[in-house]
Nanobody
Framework: QVQLVESGGGLVQAGGSLRLSCAAS????????MGWFRQAPGKERDFVAH????????YVADSVKGRFTISRDNLKNTVYLQMNSLKPEDTAVYYC?????????????????WGQGTQVTVSS
């Protein structure tokens, strides 16, 4: 089992940047593929980014392509989401997730463990 704790959220102006972190504890995080999802008020929880166990494979949602980057440091058991050129529509609670048997990576139900989320608010 693994526990996930997100940090780094906050209030930022449009065009600004934030870096989210997801610290994993428990079973070695390198055993898990990792993902970031986000949920705006009244909306579904949507895929943002995925990274494989080794970090060799990454991909992001079309809505954030060219602006967001996912990375991981398995020695620190931490996954990051670098968010640049933020827009008001990026406002949401961002969740980190871990999965042992992730195939597609952009499907919420492939992930076994979730953090509590961190709020990101982008003002216009």
């Amino acid at each position: 089992q693994v526990q996930l704790v997100e940090s780094g959220g906050g209030l930022v102006q449009a065009g600004g940047s934030l870096r989210l972190s997801c610290a994993a504890s428990g079973r070695t995080s390198s055993s898990y593929a990792m993902g970031w999802f986000r949920q705006a008020p009244g909306k579904e929880r949507d895929f943002v980014a995925h990274i494989s166990r080794s970090g060799a494979v990454t991909y992001v949602a079309d809505s954030v392509k060219g602006r967001f980057t996912i990375s991981r440091d398995n020695l620190k058991n931490t996954v990051y989401l670098q968010m640049n050129s933020l827009k008001p529509e990026d406002t949401a609670v961002y969740y980190c997730a871990a999965g042992l048997r992730v195939v597609r990576g952009n499907i919420r139900y492939e992930y076994d463990y979730w953090g509590q989320g961190t709020q990101v608010t982008v003002s216009s």
